[in-house]
C-alpha cells in the first residue's frame, strides 16, 4: 500500500479566535437557556404537583368524613375547594360526557330510588353536579384565576382552625386518633393556595 501524504491546513488566527469566541458565547447562551427553561418548568411542576396533592387531600377528607372521623365542621366546603383546586385533566374529563352521564344516573337514584341512594354518595354526587352545571364564569374565569386559589386558601384556614378548635388544641390535633392524618390532610389544602399566590403576587 502507498503512503499517504496529510496537508496542514493552514488557518488564520483572526478567524480562529473569532470562531472559538463564538463557541463559547454560544455554549455561555445554552446553557442560560437550560438554567431559565429549568427554573420556567420547575415551578410550573411545582405548581402542577401540589394541585394533585391538594385536590387528593381534599378528596381523602371527604371520603374521611363520611367513614370515621365525625366532626361538627362544615366539610361540605371541601366540594368547592375540589371545584376549584382539580387539575385541569380531570376537572374537564369530568365537566364532558362522562361527567354529565354520572350526574345524570346521581340524580335519577336520587329522584327514583331514594332508599337505594347512600348518604356517603351526597358529597361526590353535589361535586359532580357542579362540575356539569358551573357556568363559565365560574368553571374557567375564577377557577384560573387567583381569585379561586383564594377561595381555596380562605376554605383551608377555615377547616383548620375549626379542627383544632375540636381538637381541643394545636397539640391535641396531633395526638387524637386520627387526628395526625386529619391535621396534615388539612395542612395539605393549605400548601397549594399558599404556593399559587406566591407566585402570583411575585
Known sequence: MGRIDYLAVKTDPVVEDSINSDANELRAATRKL??????LGGIGFGTSFLKWVASFAAIYLLILDHTNWRTNMLTSLLVPYIFFSLPSVLFNFLRGEVGKWIAFIAVVLRLFFPRHFPDW???PGSLILLLVVAPNFFAETLRG???GVLVCL????YLLQEHIR???GFRNSFTQSHGISNTIGIILLLVFPIWA???HFL
Open 197 to 199: 399566590l406566591v407566585l
Open 121 to 123: 354518595l351526597e358529597m
Open 34 to 39: 437550560i438554567k431559565d427553561a429549568t427554573k
Open 145 to 147: 384565576s387567583w381569585v
Open 154 to 157: 380562605i376554605i383551608g384556614c
Open 166 to 168: 375540636a381538637s381541643g
